[in-house]
């Protein structure tokens, strides 16, 4: 039997109370701790101005590291959050088997020590920041501002890691542009347990929006394909889920006011928690996602895994996920038309929707399985010891070190 490993994540967690932002992350979390693996969560906040430790419900440590944000963060590029984190992990990091990193969009992985001493560490890919940036077409907003210092962070991290999880083609090909020498282990994420438990009915008449205001989930494009569709078939409904901000939000309420657009057809429902969006499922014939561009979005794994047909932007990542006509219905970015046609397709043919999802379900409950997800993660972990361990004990002449994992 395998011994207990002693397990350091850098990752984002909200220090209030309440569902994470990032389901998949606490539902691993909560398996490795399960199978009684000692973890740990390491987060950055500038929401509090000292150290916190928690052990959560679930049996895994958090520990939330203050650092100054603001003009003062960024005036650092950055490095008040990374000299924070650094600080404790100069300290700390030896103490662990090895360091899992989160995303490479908050420079999490700049903060690593280095040294012999250090554990080696896995960097999972989540969102990249160097290729969303081009989407934003405000090259002097705050938010193209950070992101441009943040694509520096990333390449150089992914340049000087060895390990990673990836989850798609895509973001396969991202890290091996910048690091052919990559050693890359395809691993998805957990997502939550209602969605495998519920299976869609095919009787709504409602498309399914999960962006809010996010810019690059199109919520602009979505309301101009919504009213092709609603002229069509005035029975549609349009569901909005996910948080919609201050100006976001009065904007979307003005254009409610131009028809064929009303506050009947579209229904905004702000953030919801798993049970509530599975409800809403029941009102959908499809979940739409119209995204600029996107890695593996967790609201189209969701709904695949529930059995609710998607029509998907055929960008980033999303092809890994969709098999065109099987699992699912991939369209041109930015292509009204034919986005109003292909969900105008689906509407139609109850055939179709039923295809899509017998297909989609199946293949994505496979894809999304928790005991295979927990195990090839111990399974990468326990390999990366072993070969840092091998590498350490045995001294190289040679500068570049075989980091492939073995299959």
Same mark, same amino acid.
């Given at each position: ?6 397990? $350091? ?17 606490? #539902? ?10 000692? /973890? ?6 500038? *929401? ?19 650092? %100054?944000?603001? =003009? ?14 650094? @600080? ?44 969303? %940036?081009?989407?934003?077409? !405000? ?22 890691? !060895? ?15 910048? !690091? ?11 997502? *939550? ?35 092709? $569709?609603? &002229? *069509? ?31 009947? !057809? ?9 049970? @509530? ?30 059995? /609710?047909?998607? &029509? ?6 999303? #092809?890994?996920? =969709? ?5 699912? $219905? /991939? ?77």
């Amino acid at each position: 039997m395998n011994a207990p490993l002693k397990i $350091l994540w850098l990752a984002p967690y909200p220090i209030r109370q309440g569902e994470h932002p990032a389901p998949w992350l606490v #539902s691993l979390a909560a398996a490795l701790a399960q199978e009684g693996h000692h /973890l740990t969560i390491l987060t950055p906040s500038s *929401r509090t101005d000292r150290m916190q430790r928690r052990l959560t419900e679930e049996g895994y440590q958090l520990i939330i590291i203050p650092y %100054k944000g603001g =003009i003062r963060h960024l005036l650092s590029g950055f490095r008040t959050q990374v000299n924070a984190m650094a @600080a404790y992990l100069q300290e700390h990091a030896a103490s662990y088997d090895i360091v899992h990193v989160h995303g490479t969009e908050l420079q999490l992985a700049s903060a690593l020590p280095g040294g012999h001493r250090t554990p080696p560490h896995i960097i999972s890919i989540q969102g990249i920041i160097s290729l969303y %940036k081009h989407q934003l077409t !405000n090259l002097f907003s705050k938010r193209y501002l950070y992101w441009s210092l943040s694509s520096l962070y990333e390449k150089q991290e992914i340049r000087r890691a !060895n390990y990673f999880f990836c989850r798609t083609e895509w973001d396969q090909h991202f890290v091996r542009t910048i !690091n052919p020498h990559a050693g890359i282990t395809v691993c998805w994420e957990m997502l *939550r347990p209602e969605f495998f438990r519920y299976h869609h009915p095919f009787t709504g008449k409602g498309i399914l929006f999960m962006g809010g205001d996010n810019p690059l989930k199109a919520l602009p494009v979505c309301l101009e394909v919504f009213s092709h $569709l609603a &002229v *069509r078939h005035p029975d549609l409904r349009l569901h909005i889920v996910g948080s919609l901000h201050g100006d976001a939000y009065r904007q979307l309420l003005r254009k409610l006011d131009d028809r064929p657009l009303s506050r009947d !057809n579209v229904v905004i429902h702000g953030a919801l928690d798993a049970p @509530a969006i599975c409800r809403l499922y029941t009102e959908c014939f499809c979940l739409y996602h119209p995204s600029l561009i996107d890695n593996s979005p967790n609201s189209v794994c969701e709904a695949q895994v529930a059995g /609710l047909p998607v &029509v998907a932007t055929k960008v980033g990542g999303v #092809s890994s996920l =969709i098999d065109d006509g099987r699992t699912g $219905l /991939l369209v041109r970015k930015n292509d009204v038309e034919g986005h109003a046609s292909t969900l105008d397709r689906l509407y139609r043919d109850s055939g179709l929707q039923r295809w899509i999802s017998r297909n989609s379900r199946e293949r994505a409950q496979q894809r999304h399985d928790k005991t295979a997800i927990l195990n090839k993660t111990l399974d990468t972990y326990r390999k990366i010891i072993a070969l840092s361990t091998t590498a350490t004990a045995i001294p190289t002449t040679s500068s570049h070190v075989n980091t492939q994992i073995p299959a």
